[in-house]
């Protein structure tokens, strides 16, 4: 019934830009923060960028200035911006969906990932 759908991944040369889908479906998309996760090769997986449901943003100190994160409710949609690709930025990339209500239990869904690979 949930589903995170992510779409935007690619082969791009260092210096390039791509432009990440999540399309979600099966929530009630302005409840939840969206976030943007990767996992690189022999990495553990690493928080990206956060949006809260008011549209704050936050982003790991790797890709400040180069990444941008955003979301368009009435699409369903969260996006990530990434200008200035480095080859340390090539990973999978997923998205993740969090409902954490006052009181209650939190709730995380997470899409299957988009490989992204930077490289000459």
């Known amino acids: 019934q949930v589903q995170l759908v992510e779409s935007g991944g690619g082969l791009v040369q260092p210096g390039g830009s791509l432009r990440l889908s999540c399309a979600a479906s099966?929530?009630?998309?302005?409840?939840?923060?969206m976030g943007w996760y990767r996992q690189a090769p022999g990495k553990q997986r690493e928080l990206v960028a956060t949006i809260t449901r008011g549209g704050n943003t936050n982003y790991v100190d790797s890709v400040k200035g180069r990444f941008t994160i955003s979301r368009d409710n009435a699409k369903n949609t969260v996006y990530l911006q990434m200008n200035s690709l480095k080859p340390e930025d090539t990973a999978v990339y997923y998205c993740?969906?969090?409902?954490?209500?006052?009181?209650?239990?939190?709730?995380?869904?997470w899409g299957q990932g988009t490989q992204v690979t930077v490289s000459s």
């Open positions: 993740k969906a969090n409902l954490s209500p006052p009181l209650g239990i939190n709730v995380n869904y």
């Open positions: 099966g929530i009630i998309f302005n409840n939840y923060a």
